[in-house]
Structure formats: C-alpha cells, structure tokens
C-alpha cells in the first residue's frame, strides 16, 4: 500500500500552483508599465502610509526583513521610494518620490485591468471571498 501523501490534498502545493497562476496574470498586465507585481504591492502600501517602516512594511506583507530590502533596493535605485531618518533616530520611515507616485499611478488602470481578469475568471463574489479567507489566515 502506497502511503505517500497526494499533492492535491496538499494545502501547500495548491497555495503556491494558485499563486503562481494569479502572479502570472497579474505580471502580464502589469509589464507595459515595467513593474512586478510585487513592486506594485509594495508601491501601494507605501502610497497608503507614508512614511512606513521597514518593521511595518515587512509585518504588514509578510516578508522577512532580508528579502524586503532586496525587493525595495530597485525601487530605491530608480528613485521610485525614498527612505528618511529621524535625527538621532535609527528608526527609516518610506515614502514614494514624486516618480514613485507617478509610477504607481501608471501602474494601477493595468492591475485594475487584472483585477477584472481574475474577477471575470472565478466570479467577482467568489473572488472577494478568497481574497477574504486568504487574508484572514495572515490576521494575527
């Protein structure tokens, strides 16, 4: 008897094929404005609260602090975010450059564009309701 585990009962395998599948969608809408997905979600967080930590803005994507650093460094270098310190603090707080709003602004008709993709593909409702449960299992 064959006691290896099936992938499709795995909640794993199925997190990541539907990740994989929504990031493909997203990134083809996404590249007339040369943004990734992922900058795009960082852009946004940074649009909404000016100012962000790199404490805040990791805890809030649920990303280790090694590899936001990574993904903030060519958002930087094209002067898309712009990190200030407070005198004597060691505290960095985020905020997008005047480019860096210009280019979420370009960015979001193209992931509103995706948005609907994905809506039209597994039903606006249904949608909200993944987009729900999958952010209720980051909630702590």
């Known amino acids: 008897m064959d006691t290896t585990p099936s992938l499709t009962g795995c909640n794993l395998f199925a997190t990541k094929q539907a990740a994989r599948f929504i990031t493909q969608l997203y990134e083809r809408h996404l590249a007339p404005v040369n943004v990734t997905s992922s900058q795009v979600t960082l852009l946004a967080v940074i649009h909404e609260r000016p100012e962000i930590t790199m404490t805040e803005l990791s805890e809030m994507v649920v990303m280790d602090r090694t590899s936001l650093v990574r993904a903030i460094q060519p958002l930087s270098r094209d002067g898309?975010?712009?990190?200030?310190?407070?005198?004597?603090?060691?505290?960095?707080?985020?905020?997008?450059?005047?480019?860096?709003?210009?280019?979420?602004?370009?960015?979001?008709?193209?992931?509103?564009?995706?948005?609907?993709?994905?809506?039209?593909?597994?039903?606006?409702d249904r949608a909200k309701f993944l987009r729900e449960e999958l952010m209720?299992?980051?909630?702590?």
Request: hydrophobic content about 35%.
């Open 136 to 140: 209720a299992v980051t909630q702590r």
């Open 80 to 124: 898309y975010v712009v990190q200030k310190s407070e005198a004597g603090s060691r505290k960095i707080g985020l905020s997008l450059s005047k480019a860096g709003t210009r280019k979420f602004l370009d960015a979001l008709p193209h992931w509103r564009a995706a948005q609907k993709e994905y809506e039209e593909l597994v039903g606006k």
